[in-house]
């Protein structure tokens, strides 16, 4: 059965939104006015500008209330998560000890020129996120954290002459597509080198989806709120599952 669901503001399916945006302008009436339109032409109807300001010269910012009559059907959409496996420290640990048989060799890094480690810290380091602890607390988990600003081409030889198991790549900053390139390069680059079989391979930050992951080669993609657990688990049943199957390791 289909499901229709659209956006509300004040009564349910009234279709209100907000939106924001830059125009290259100084502000104004006019600049006002010319924010109202722009929405009305992308489809909206009943625009209101509530906020218009200048930013900078030749800059201004709007904040646009509107109506829409557009609607999805929820049920028709497909985007398993990566992090299904809700598993305790402990459980993992175990988990790793019986069917993988030693520890589990991880590496994770900000790639490109991404200087914000808040993310991969939050996963890697002891302390965790939420109470959740770090990968470097697993007993039977080696983590590396090389920290931020890693090229690719240095990731993929830490993977080789360390022989990782589990390859986590970290993006804040997503200017033009810059993330989306840096994660194709690292994808690519460990085809290239015939590793790519050898590794879990996850990206992470907070535009990542793991429907965008899969797109992009990747094993498992996680955003915004993940546990640390949650990777952890990932990795551990993964990493198990393909040893059960003998694919092709290290």
Same mark, same amino acid.
């Given at each position: ?16 939104? #907000? ?14 006015? *010319?924010?109202? #339109? ?24 709007? $904040?646009?209330? *509107?109506?829409?009559? #557009? ?16 598993? +305790? ?6 988990? $790793? ?6 520890? $589990? ?9 991404? *200087?914000? %480690? ?18 470097? &607390? !697993? ?10 600003? $890693? ?26 597509? +810059? ?29 990542? %989806? ?7 080669? !990747? ?9 640390? +657990? ?9 990493? *198990?599952? &393909? ?8």
């Amino acid at each position: 059965m289909t499901k229709l669901v659209g956006p509300f503001g004040d009564t349910r399916d009234d279709g209100k939104v #907000q939106l924001s945006f830059t125009l290259p302008v100084d502000w104004s009436e006019a600049a006002d006015e *010319a924010a109202r #339109q722009l929405a009305g032409k992308m489809g909206f109807r009943d625009v209101q500008v509530v906020e218009g300001r200048p930013i900078a010269s030749g800059f201004s910012f709007f $904040v646009i209330y *509107a109506t829409t009559t #557009q609607a999805v059907d929820v049920d028709g959409i497909v985007a398993p998560s990566a992090g299904a496996h809700a598993m +305790s420290m402990e459980q993992i640990d175990a988990l $790793v000890h019986e069917r993988v048989g030693r520890k $589990v060799r991880v590496a994770g890094a900000c790639i490109g020129t991404d *200087a914000h %480690t808040v993310g991969i810290d939050a996963i890697l380091n002891m302390k965790g996120y939420k109470g959740d602890y770090g990968l470097e &607390r !697993y007993h039977e988990f080696e983590t590396h954290n090389l920290g931020s600003q $890693v090229a690719v081409e240095e990731l993929v030889r830490f993977t080789k002459e360390r022989r990782i198991d589990a390859l986590l790549a970290s993006q804040a900053v997503t200017q033009k597509g +810059s993330d989306i390139r840096n994660f194709t390069a690292l994808s690519e680059l460990l085809e290239a080198e015939n590793v790519r079989d050898n590794v879990v391979l996850i990206c992470g930050g907070p535009r990542v %989806t793991n429907l965008l992951a899969g797109e992009l080669g !990747y094993d498992a993609g996680f955003g915004r709120g993940t546990l640390p +657990s949650q990777v952890a688990a990932f990795i551990a049943v993964t990493l *198990a599952e &393909r040893l059960r199957q003998g694919r092709p390791h290290w």
